[in-house]
Nanobody, 120 residues
Framework: QVQLVESGGGLVQPGGSLTLSCAAS????????VDWYREAPGKERELVAS???????NYADSVKGRFTISRDSAKNAMYLQMNSLIPEDTAVYYC??????????????WGQGTQVTVSS
């Protein structure tokens, strides 16, 4: 059974920083593409950042230059460094990963989400 668990969310003042972590566990053969999404109240879930197995990254225009996605393949961990946070970044953040697990088909997995609130 593969699980993704996010951590690192919280309350931060505008201009502050947070680093979200996503730890994958279980019978994992490989982790392919990894994405971070967010869902703000009353809005649809949106893709914030993505990173391929080869390290190629992409970002939503709204976070470009402020957020950095990364991964540590040895630890099966993924990260989202968020700087210069603004109130519009307030949302529940989810990690999503395409994982090849032993004895299972390759499929997408979601974490449970972590709340980020940017407010003074």
């Amino acid at each position: 059974q593969v699980q993704l668990v996010e951590s690192g969310g919280g309350l931060v003042q505008p201009g502050g920083s947070l680093t979200l972590s996503c730890a994958a566990s279980g019978s994992i053969r490989s982790i392919n593409a990894v994405d971070w999404y967010r869902e703000a109240p009353g809005k649809e879930r949106e893709l914030v950042a993505s990173i391929t197995s080869g390290g190629t990254t992409n970002y939503a225009d709204s976070v470009k230059g402020r957020f950095t996605i990364s991964r540590d393949s040895a630890k099966n961990a993924m990260y989202l460094q968020m700087n210069s946070l603004i109130p519009e970044d307030t949302a529940v953040y989810y990690c999503n990963a395409l994982i090849s697990a032993y004895g299972a088909i390759t499929r997408s997995y979601w974490g449970q989400g972590t709340q980020v609130t940017v407010s003074s």
